[in-house]
């Protein structure tokens, strides 16, 4: 009789517990967390997050991911006001690109992210706009010709090395900007303004260094 009772309760459990989980009700227990940065990727080797130097302006800012949201604004159609989510929710690529440094230094690194050409496009310049400029959260800003961005495949990064952009690196947003030196290559971006301002000079540009930035070329005036 006893044993013929526990049967009977080990049936209801399994049953409620089935259940439970058929409709969803216990919550989800599996937390994502970030990949391991990795050492190498087709063949090449990587350098690591730890590679990088120190000299962003401000030191390494620390932002609030509930409360951050990207603005694309100026000479467009359509401003928009974008979560970090909802950036990310842009089609994604990856790639190996070097940064080169006018200090002398270079980092071999996996860029994961959003082309700023979808991003622009959804926004729609409108025709007087020739001039991208990005602004960070530390005050730090730049340009480029809205050309450049359209003509090539240039990342907004949100992932390094498989593993996401740490605040020293630029969490949430950094620039890929390929071919130009690394002073280009804006950190915690939160806003891109579309401008006609083809003479536009970000901070290291209004300090004497090239507003092309390229890399075939001295990052002086």
Request: aromatic residues 12%; negative net charge; hydrophobic residues 40%.
């Amino acid at each position: 009789m006893i044993k013929q009772y526990i049967a009977l309760v080990a049936i209801v459990i399994i049953m409620v517990v089935a259940t439970v989980i058929s409709l969803d009700i216990l919550p989800n227990s599996t937390i994502p967390l970030s990949s391991v940065e990795v050492t190498e990727y087709q063949g090449q080797e990587l350098s690591s997050a730890s590679d990088f130097r120190e000299n962003s302006i401000k030191g390494p800012q620390y932002v609030d991911i509930n409360s951050y949201h990207l603005e694309v604004d100026g000479l467009v159609a359509h401003p928009r006001n974008y979560t970090y989510d909802q950036v990310k929710s842009f089609q994604n690529y990856q790639k190996v690109v070097k940064l080169d440094c006018v200090e002398g230094w270079s980092v071999n690194i996996l860029w994961q992210g959003v082309l700023v050409k979808d991003i622009l496009n959804e926004a729609q310049p409108l025709p007087p706009a020739n001039t991208v400029i990005f602004y960070a959260v530390d005050g730090y800003s730049t340009s480029f010709p809205l050309e450049y961005l359209q003509n090539n495949q240039i990342i907004m990064a949100y992932q390094m090395n498989n593993a996401t952009l740490p605040p020293e690196r630029g969490f949430p947003f950094q620039l890929v900007a390929e071919s130009k030196w690394g002073y280009k290559w804006i950190k915690w971006i939160n806003r891109i303004e579309l401008s006609n301002n083809s003479s536009f000079q970000g901070y290291w540009e209004s300090r004497g260094y090239s507003i092309s930035g390229n890399l075939n070329e001295s990052f002086l005036k």
